[in-house]
């Protein structure tokens, strides 16, 4: 989950990433609340382009901790 968090963070479009603030936010609480936290605002901004097979299973399981 560090390496995941990470690359989202380091981010190479030569501006901040639009969820910077909010993962950053929710790393202070723990890893799975960055990971859900950047997963759900690519599915709310329609930014996931290609989920993976476990993205929702993924999801589910970062809800219950």
């Given at each position: 989950m560090a390496?995941?968090?990470a690359d989202k963070l380091a981010w190479?479009?030569?501006y901040?990433?639009?969820f910077y603030s909010a993962?950053?936010?929710a790393l202070k609480q723990s890893l799975e609340?960055?990971?859900l936290v950047y997963m759900e605002y690519m599915v709310?901004?329609?930014m996931l382009l290609s989920p993976h097979k476990w993205w929702k299973e993924a999801v589910?399981?970062?809800k219950t901790k």
């Open positions: 390496v995941f968090v190479d479009q030569g901040e990433a639009p993962v950053s936010e609340a960055a990971s709310e901004n329609k589910v399981w970062l």
